[in-house]
């Protein structure tokens, strides 16, 4: 979900004077201290993600009732816009989810401000020295790694978000005012509501997943984008179908929007049920995506992807070494991480390493996508069970979108054919799954014309491309060339000769079986993210079905031309 649009740049008089961000269509919070010369008629607000959107009149509606010195408590401020906004509002943590990972290490924190020399932004990393609260005001923030960029004038009043889901957890009210003291201060979420009791309706509880509260908030903004946000009987009715028995009744004036029905599952429903709640609630709202009656429904809002290329060779140097080249791709740009010729021990670590770089050149809250591009001997390297950081080992696949691609289709031939296969796709309501039987396979010339049909969209294989007997139907699907290719890395191993032979029991067919009903509603441009959650039930449930599922992925839009573009040219061995 693209929620960077909420980060604001607060103004008086035409000067940046700090940082804010959007809480409601009209509400933008800040410190009290950012605002406390502004004239009554001086004060805008400009959100800089929004490129051309004018500077929005504001005023001052609420406050913390700050004293005017640097340790005096409630600096906040309440900004009230002249009118609403057509942005997303930001996405609140549940409280204490800046320090929840793990008790012996706390998340990394993004911060988005506007310094001198910035006024269209920049971004700090930092983390919680303790969970401790400084006259319980304050936490301390600290620098994620030295070098980064120090909290500054005109990070004031900016949100405090976790880097992996985008939520806020607090507002930075102060630097450490020391040069080279790379510290400072953030008012969590829980104290601003202290001072502004409106924000507790905003900060959902802890019993929901960050994935499952980033899904409906996704759901959401596009269903509001795309004017299904419907009538208040329609919002009520959404959410008594998907309550609980012991969940809260809906408000007796109901929901005034969609966003407000949302809010209330993940602020209101608590309890060992809330889980189920909120899945029957965000099932709900994607139902609205499809056709009412029968006909057909517009297609709906593809995700904004920005993707990261982990591009693996074989070195030339050895079965030991591995060429590796990461790219960030951000604006229609590629943006080069890291280059270089890798011992196989260490080259976990490397990407892990070259990744995390790489966020750095993407917008904040963009819909981040790794993208592994790999030689077809290497095509089953199960990369979404790499450790997503050299200290946390969640499979990378748990934390992002992940797909893998084939650097034999990088050829400008092949990239024009599925270009005009993906501007037919983008309109296609589900991914429609093409199986291939581990016990009777169509010929592979068969398969190359069914798929090249207008119709076709996904190849689901049930054995892996490893199999002898698979791999001739594998590479024509790959050289057809199918956009969606999906398979498990274990499968059924019998082969067509194996007693099973597709049948009752088999694997591989379990397998299709369960991806056809788990993507036929699914579009083409959603499966990155539907993957993403297979694998995060998967890594949870012992023996589930997908939890060695392999999605090739292919979108030549989402990536620089690298015949055109020199800086994207794929990399060549050193021997060659």
Known sequence: MNSAEWHARIESAGQVAGAGFLVTPRRVLTCAHVVRQAGPDALTVTFTELPGAPAVPARVVADGGWGGGTTDLGDLAVLELAHEVPIAPAALAPVGAAHDRRPDRPRKLVVYGF???????????????????????????????????????????AAVTLADTGEVVGMVTAAAGDRGVHNGRMMPTEVMARYWPDLEGLVPTSDHRGADRARLRELVERAVRAGLDGDPGRRVRLYESARGPLDPDAPEEGFDSLWSAALFVLCEVDGADAAATVARFTAHVESLFRAPAGTPAGPAAAPDWSPILVDLQHSGAGDGHVRVEVSAYSGGRRHPVGSGTVPQAGLRAFVQDRIEAAFRYLTPGCDELLAFALPRDWIDLP?????????????????????????????????????????RLDAAPGARVHRVECGS????????VRLRQDDACLAGFATAP????????????LNAPAPMVVWSREG???????????????????????????????SPAELPRRVLALREEADAEDGHWAHDIQLLWDDPRLFADPHGDAAARPLHSPVT
């Open 115 to 157: 310094p001198v020399g910035f006024d269209e932004g920049t971004l700090a990393e930092y983390r919680i020295t303790a969970t401790q609260l400084l006259n319980r005001e304050w936490i301390q923030l600290e620098a994620w790694q030295p070098g980064g960029q120090p909290l500054a004038p005109g990070f004031s009043g």
């Open 466 to 477: 490893t199999a002898s007997h698979t791999r001739p139907h594998f590479d024509t699907s």
């Open 383 to 423: 990369v979404d069970r790499w450790a997503s950081t050299p200290d946390d080992d969640t499979p990378l696949g748990c934390v992002y979108p992940l797909v893998v691609t084939d650097q034999a289709r990088r050829r400008a031939g092949v990239r024009h054919q599925l270009t005009r296969v993906w501007n």
């Open 492 to 522: 059924c191993a019998g082969g067509p000769d194996a007693s099973c032979a597709g049948g009752d029991g088999c694997a591989g067919k379990t397998f299709l079986d369960e991806l056809d009903t788990c993507v036929s509603a699914v």
């Open 441 to 448: 396979p169509e010929e592979p010339r068969r398969l190359r």
